[in-house]
């Protein structure tokens, strides 16, 4: 057995015997008490499922495992300027230890090992028209995919309960291996007249997937990982890491369910936002008719945007109440390795303008930036200004997170996921009780 696996299977099958006697014995304490408003307001802040990979905390941000990002960059093996490499999260998220570079390079390889596509991949999307968004391909290269699927195969065959985990742990490690594939494929069939750039396995897991875009800069490599690293996971609630979870609680396998969570992430309050961000800026850039508008100019421009009944992308969460972590760690990013870009001095204008306008209104609850505020800028000082492709990079590093969540979530005998709805008649019964 790999050792990632082995690992994995030492920490996990103890807490199943331990999560199965907590139900047993304290199954009737209280996890939460729901309020209309919550049933009314999209489920916030509802506890109603175990998520081991991460946890988010309103003011403070993510944490993996306990680790912040900035602790994260510190101990988490990197590449050679110093940014975190996601194969290193990926080890942390299963098995909670921070992996030494050996691991981390055992890693790398075992993905390289395990990349190679079916042909059907190809002229899958082949066979779609050029114009097709790249996350609708993204989830039909991941379809074309699934008949490869071990654990539809095992499964068929009577695979036993105890042994889920080791068939989705299979799954997910080969479409982990194989998504930077996919992903590049889409980039250069769509936007480089199918011109693709052969996979390089001497390099790690990021840059090469740097290198089949097709930029091979030691700094976009550095942003890759960071960015791969960030993105990864957000715990558990959030619809793309929740539609996994949902769907793989069927015994979906991996690929069904990692696509059905790509299908939320494509939609524009949730990842497809680090697209509408970058369409934003440019449309006020060309409004405005400077590459510099003044914070005055900006105030006007966003004014404009809430009066036409939109809101201002990459702004607000359903959860965080402060900056968000992976925003910072972006700005900082681009103040180490990024001198005079307009756009990136835009977004940071924008960053002083909005909270105020946003607070304003007295309705946002979060008026501070999220994580797409500010990654398509970084993308494009590195030439990649393709922004429909945005949310496939995102979708990449989402992978990781979410797949290592579904194999937690098998090991640990996760049912059926099946919450209680209530039709609006029930509703007003609760209200007439209480009022009475
Ligand atoms: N611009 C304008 N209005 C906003 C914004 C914003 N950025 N954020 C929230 N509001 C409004 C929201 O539409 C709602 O209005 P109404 O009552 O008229 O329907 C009101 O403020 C209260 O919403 P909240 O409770 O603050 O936010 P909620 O939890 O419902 O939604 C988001 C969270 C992220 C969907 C929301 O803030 C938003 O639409 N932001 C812009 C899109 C975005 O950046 N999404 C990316 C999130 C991160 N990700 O990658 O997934
Ligand atoms: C995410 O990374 O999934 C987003 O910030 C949305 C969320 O956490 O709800």
Redesign the pocket.
């Known amino acids: 057995m790999e050792a990632l696996k082995k690992k994995f299977a030492d920490k996990a099958l103890p807490l199943y015997q331990e999560l199965r006697s907590i139900a047993k014995t304290n199954g009737d304490l209280k996890a939460d008490e729901v309020k209309l408003s919550q049933v009314l307001g ?1 489920a ?1 802040g509802i506890k109603m499922m175990l998520w081991e990979t991460s946890q988010l905390d309103p003011q403070k941000g993510i944490r993996f495992r306990g680790f912040s990002i900035p602790e994260i960059k510190e101990s988490l093996p990197s590449g050679p300027q110093g940014e975190p490499k996601p194969e290193g999260l990926f080890w942390l998220m299963l098995t909670g230890e921070i992996p030494t570079e050996e691991e981390v390079d055992g890693l790398t390889k075992e993905w390289h090992k395990r990349a190679d596509l079916p042909a059907q991949v190809y002229t899958t999307l082949d066979s779609l028209p050029a114009d097709t968004h790249p996350m609708t391909q993204l989830t039909i290269g991941v379809m074309a995919m699934q008949s490869d699927s071990i654990f539809s195969r095992r499964y068929a065959e009577g695979l036993p309960k105890n042994e889920y985990w080791d068939a989705v742990y299979e799954d997910s490690m080969n479409l982990i291996a194989r998504l930077p594939r996919v992903a590049a494929y889409i980039y250069r069939r769509t936007f480089k007249d199918a011109q693709h750039i052969e996979p390089d396995t001497s390099l790690d897991y990021s840059a090469n997937f740097a290198h089949m875009l097709g930029s091979d800069d030691e700094d976009f490599r550095s942003l890759m990982r960071l960015y791969l690293t960030i993105h990864a996971d957000h715990e558990g609630g ?2 793309s890491a929740h539609t996994v979870n949902l769907v793989g609680s069927t015994l979906s396998d991996p690929y069904l369910a990692f696509s059905a969570g790509m299908n939320a992430l494509a939609g ?4 497809l ?2 697209q ?2 970058i369409k934003w800026i440019f449309e006020m850039i060309d409004n405005l008719g400077t590459k510099t508008p003044s914070e005055e100019q900006i105030k006007q421009y966003v004014q404009q945007t ?1 009066d036409e009944g939109k ?8 959860v965080l109440r402060e900056p968000d972590p992976r925003f910072v760690a972006q700005r900082r990013f681009a103040e180490q390795y990024i001198q005079d870009s307009d756009l990136i001095s835009t977004v940071w204008k924008i960053f002083d303008v909005v909270p105020p306008i ?1 607070q304003s ?1 007295g ?4 008026p501070w930036p ?3 505020a500010h990654s398509g800028a970084l993308l494009v000082h590195y030439g990649f200004s393709e922004f429909s492709y945005y949310t496939v990079l ?1 979708g990449v590093s989402r992978a990781l997170g979410v797949l290592a969540a579904g194999i937690w979530s098998r090991a640990l005998g996760m049912p059926l996921e099946r919450p209680k709805s209530v039709t609006s008649e029930w509703v007003r019964k609760q209200v007439l009780q209480t009022t009475k």
């Open positions: 999209g916030r959030n619809a524009p309050l949730h990842g936002a680090n509408e961000v809430l809101v201002i992308p990459g702004y607000g969460h359903a946003l209104l309705k946002v609850k979060n999220n994580v797409d995102f």
